[in-house]
């Protein structure tokens, strides 16, 4: 199960809405081992492409950087579909390399990239090519320790 804070959803849903009708792509990191997805980091997609998207290579390098340095990883890496659903294409689960993280899919297809549009929102886990979908929570926010707040759930 993903979960996640409103602050970060909804982030990634404003990301996914403002690039439309490019795909909108970027990571969220968190401590190493901590499943906690806490820094939102929007990427560039390099494709420009409404049908692909693709990080810059040297940014993606320099992502990598600051998360070793941060002692980060890599908890969600999301995209956007603009036009078909919030499902990995072939593309997707190929080139998926991070097997501990949740890969998040937004849909902006139908309008839904227009504010207030009902949005779909995905996470699955990508591991070997076989995708598999899991519940996501959203949370109001986390508490001080190291499992979210799911007393806050909303």
Do not use: Q, W
């Amino acid at each position: 199960m993903l979960t996640i804070d409103r602050e970060t959803h909804d982030a990634i849903v404003a990301h996914a809405r403002r690039d439309h009708p490019d795909e909108a792509c970027g990571v969220v990191a968190g401590p190493i081992g901590s499943d906690r997805p806490e820094r939102f980091i929007p990427m560039l997609n390099a494709a420009m492409s409404p049908t692909f998207y693709e990080f810059d290579s040297g940014d993606l390098l320099k992502l990598y950087r600051e998360m070793d340095d941060n002692d980060e990883e890599p908890v969600v890496i999301y995209h956007s579909h603009t036009s078909t659903e919030a499902y990995p294409s072939r593309t997707d689960v190929a080139l998926a390399a991070e097997p501990g993280a949740h890969y998040v899919l937004v849909s902006t297809r139908d309008g839904a990239h227009e504010e207030g549009a009902p949005i779909d929102f995905r996470s699955f886990r990508i591991v070997d090519g076989e995708v598999t979908e899991e519940e996501v929570r959203v949370v109001e926010r986390y508490t001080t320790g190291s499992t979210p707040d799911e007393k806050a759930e909303v």
